[in-house]
């Protein structure tokens, strides 16, 4: 299993560029996230879904959308790239409700000049 | 929702000394978990506490759910260089919440 990938790993945008960062996992688990992380921010919950067709928003999502079309992939997209969106970004998967464990995948980094 | 408030934000620690770090919540927990992020990495899941007041060890680890369930903690005994990273805590749900993090240096 390669468990969770996400491409690219390193990105830079431009100031009002649009892109999406790739999400795929091979666990069969219905419950995918996206986080960022910044310095002493922890990590902090963009959008998720508890399985294919359904999302939902997380705690810092303006400026990105989300959508889940299969149980496998969970692509983000930015829509209209800030420098206040340069960040890690993390997604992540897990299974058995809400008490499985998180698998994250090695993360994107972003760079909005 | 759910704030979870993780300390100390850093502990620099001579290799050998313990290390200690607290989740604290104001709220009454139905879990909590940890994770370990090495510099440069992504977090990877240790431990999962549920019942009240419950203890688990890994090796040297040493994690505790406090008895009112509204705060923990993971205790590192003998540090060793292996042990540099960030220690998250995180409560559960469909939402996860992680605390800020405890960057943890040890010094040779």
């Known amino acids: 299993n390669a468990g969770v990938t996400q491409t690219p790993k390193f990105q830079v945008l431009k100031t009002g560029q649009s892109m999406t960062l790739q999400c795929a996992q091979d666990?069969?688990?219905?419950?995918m996230s996206w986080y960022r992380q910044d310095p002493g921010m922890g990590l902090r919950l963009i959008h998720y879904?508890?399985?294919?067709?359904?999302?939902d928003q997380g705690e810092v999502p303006n400026g990105y959308n989300v959508s889940r079309s299969t149980t496998e992939d969970f692509p983000l997209r930015l829509l209209s790239a800030a420098p206040s969106q340069t960040s890690v970004y993390f997604c992540?998967?897990?299974?058995?409700?809400?008490?499985?464990?998180?698998?994250f995948g090695p993360g994107t980094r972003l760079t909005v000049t | 929702g759910q704030q979870v408030m993780q300390i100390p934000q850093y502990q620099h620690v001579q290799e050998g000394e313990d290390f200690t770090t607290y989740c604290n919540s104001s709220?009454?927990?139905?879990?909590i978990q940890w994770y370990k992020q090495r510099p440069g990495g992504h977090p990877v899941f240790l431990i999962q506490?549920?019942?009240?007041?419950e203890v688990k060890k890994q090796k040297r680890l040493t994690f505790q759910f406090g008895e009112a369930k509204k705060n923990s903690s993971l205790h590192i005994t003998a540090t060793q260089t292996t042990d540099v990273g960030t220690y998250f805590c995180?409560?559960?749900?469909?939402?996860?919440?992680f605390g800020t993090g405890t960057s943890l240096t040890v010094i040779p």
């Open positions: 992540a998967s897990r299974g058995q409700g809400n008490w499985g464990e998180q698998y």
């Open positions: 666990m069969n688990h219905e419950y």
């Open positions: 879904s508890v399985g294919a067709g359904i999302t």
């Open positions: 709220t009454t927990l139905s879990n």
């Open positions: 506490l549920v019942k009240s007041g």
């Open positions: 995180a409560l559960t749900g469909n939402q996860f919440y």
